[in-house]
């Protein structure tokens, strides 16, 4: 990999990374029933909002991961032990987001607004396509990576 190609998707890592960052924080003071709340309502009497907390520290570890595997891909190349290693680690983060978002969805399902449902359904599935999809490109990278280290992934040499 390419020394710009790598700085490239360490920044927009980052930029993914800052995005969710502020629309996690941001986002609770702009829903409907939070809109006239003080933050201390809004952040310690919303267990919801404590639980889909909880659940994205396994997405920004995730980043974390990839944000190195790319420096290092950008310096030593992508056949090494350690981006093996990371993109398991991503792999596994992937799927604890998809496990959080399983909860989310029984949580909604359970014990939300009927009327809110179908849109925190949706939100949900939406979520699981993405971190289903991550895992699955993680493995398959991860795979290929430590099944062939003296090959390129296109296959040629």
């Given at each position: 990999?390419?020394r710009?190609?790598?700085?490239f998707?360490?920044?927009?890592?980052?930029?993914v990374?800052?995005?969710?960052l502020?629309?996690?924080l941001?986002?609770?003071h702009?829903?409907?029933?939070?809109?006239r709340?003080?933050?201390f309502?809004?952040?310690?009497k919303d267990?919801?909002?404590?639980?889909v907390y909880?659940?994205s520290i396994?997405?920004?570890?995730?980043l974390?991961?990839a944000?190195?595997?790319?420096g290092?891909?950008?310096?030593e190349?992508?056949?090494?032990?350690?981006s093996?290693?990371a993109?398991r680690?991503?792999r596994?983060?992937?799927?604890?987001?998809?496990?959080?978002v399983?909860?989310a969805?029984?949580?909604?399902?359970?014990?939300?607004?009927p009327?809110?449902?179908?849109?925190?359904?949706?939100?949900?599935?939406?979520?699981a396509v993405?971190?289903?999809?991550?895992?699955m490109?993680?493995?398959?990278?991860?795979?290929?990576?430590?099944a062939s280290p003296?090959?390129?992934?296109?296959?040629?040499?």
């Open positions: 990999m390419k710009s190609t790598a700085v998707l360490q920044g927009v890592t980052v930029l990374g800052l995005g969710v502020a629309f996690l941001g986002e609770p702009l829903e409907g029933r939070n809109a709340a003080t933050t309502e809004i952040y310690f267990p919801f909002l404590a639980y909880v659940g396994p997405f920004f570890v995730a974390y991961r944000f190195g595997l790319f290092r891909a950008g310096r190349g992508a056949f090494t032990p350690a093996v290693t993109l680690s991503v596994r983060c992937a799927l604890a987001v998809l496990a959080f399983a909860g969805m029984v949580i909604i399902l359970l014990k939300g607004d009327e809110d449902r179908p849109a925190g359904v949706f939100m949900c599935l939406l979520a993405v971190a289903g999809s991550l895992a490109a993680a493995a398959v990278l991860a795979r290929k990576l430590h003296g090959r390129s992934v296109g296959g040629t040499s």
